[in-house]
């Protein structure tokens, strides 16, 4: 049987990756979970009553377009948190989770080439793996773009040949973070949006950590925008961080009128909408923002205990949002390794979220560890990273 070929060279992804490198060796300790980014804090106790009163929902299917409540629910969040004006019947869509929207971008909005060349699209390194994936499925060349310590964690998108800059379409930009928790600020997005102006890509803004932040909300790119062609902004928000509903997939993509017509047009296609009753419980979730003023303190909490534990680390560096640690390490494979056959604790080598390129993959110095455990499991686990790859330091 002959398979396509244009998903060939994918490496496996980073979990099953972490699973066999650790899974064959016996844990040091009881277990605590560190590698995936699923939020554990509570979510609002009172989703599942409003999910029973619309269960008659479940019944017919859910609008690909969503109903209206959520749709006003997403401009209504968009006018409080960033002080934009959005129209719900032209600007936004709902998605069933964001890597769907994140996925789906490439397949909707990016041209089948662009100057009579295939097409690129940009991405920082490490990257959130469906950037890649979007890409090819388009038809694109991804161009993977270092974000490293001597950039600031963020990707410097100028710095790319202007031969692949004239192919770029799109540019996937996550702000903030995954995994380092760095954020653009707003020249960074005004510098960003300039160059896609000039060289006409659309950015793929991936918001998706905005509300988990330590002092200052992370700027939005939808701020950042005057002058700019409407439709050369596309941003992604999502109630599973910022809410602890992984489970609920409700996601958004924003963006101009246009885009918001392509974007409508594959998901009447290929689309799976939020079932009915889930959709009101998500536009009453985006609508409280008591819950999320309480789950960002649980989580300013968790920041003090890793600037106490981890702070003397030569090189380490507290986040600025976000629930990731992005640590050094000589080894991330060596250190996940030998942090779980010592103490339980499992951490994600930063190799796995990144590429090699040029010889040079700028995750291999790394692990990612999650600050979304219970806080004792996480006091455990910080202690036990500090005393078994910082022992010495």
């Known amino acids: 049987m002959k398979f396509p070929e244009r998903f060939s060279n994918l490496p496996a992804y980073a979990f099953p990756r972490l699973r066999a490198l650790l899974d064959h060796h016996a844990p040091g300790g009881d277990v605590v979970h560190m590698t995936i980014g699923e939020p554990k804090h509570a979510f609002p106790a009172w989703v599942t009553d409003v999910i029973a009163e619309h269960a008659a929902g479940f019944n017919n299917y859910p609008p690909n377009e969503g109903i209206p409540e959520l749709r006003q629910s997403f401009c209504d969040w968009l006018g409080r948190r960033y002080g934009v004006s959005m129209d719900a019947d032209a600007n936004v869509m709902p998605l069933n989770g964001t890597r769907e929207g994140l996925y789906n971008a490439g397949m909707a909005l990016c041209p089948e080439e662009k100057n009579g060349q295939r097409p690129v699209v940009l991405m920082p390194n490490p990257f959130y793996q469906v950037y890649m994936l979007a890409a090819i499925s388009a038809g694109a060349e991804p161009i993977l773009v270092p974000a490293t310590a001597e950039t600031g964690h963020l990707p410097d998108f100028a710095s790319v040949d202007e031969a692949l800059l004239n192919r770029a379409v799109a540019c996937y930009m996550c702000s903030p973070a995954n ?89 009447t296609y290929a689309g799976t909408p939020l079932p009915t009753p889930l959709q009101h419980a998500a536009a009453a979730v985006w609508a409280d923002e008591d819950h999320v003023i309480d789950n960002r303190a649980q989580y300013h909490a968790k ?79 910080l202690e036990a990273v500090r005393d078994v790859i910082y022992a010495a330091e």
């Open 179 to 267: 995994p380092q928790g760095a954020v653009a600020d707003r020249a960074y997005w005004r510098d960003l949006i300039a160059l896609a102006e000039r060289y006409d890509f659309q950015v793929f803004a991936d918001e998706c950590y905005s509300e988990i932040y330590r002092e200052v909300p992370p700027v939005g790119v939808l701020e950042c925008m005057e002058g700019a062609d409407p439709e050369r902004v596309v941003a992604f928000h999502s109630l599973s961080k910022r809410s602890n509903l992984p489970g609920l997939r409700s996601g958004f993509i924003v963006g101009g009128p246009a885009t918001i017509r392509e974007a409508k047009q594959l998901r």
């Open 303 to 381: 920041y003090d205990l890793a600037d106490q534990t981890l702070g003397h680390v030569p090189g380490y560096a507290a986040p600025e949002a976000g629930f990731f640690l992005w640590l050094p390490v000589e080894d991330g494979e060596a250190a996940a390794l030998e942090l779980w056959q010592k103490t339980g604790v499992r951490v994600l080598p930063g190799a796995y979220l990144a590429r090699e390129i040029d010889g040079l993959n700028p995750g291999d110095r790394y692990i990612r560890v999650a600050l979304v455990a219970p806080m004792a499991d996480t006091k455990r686990g």
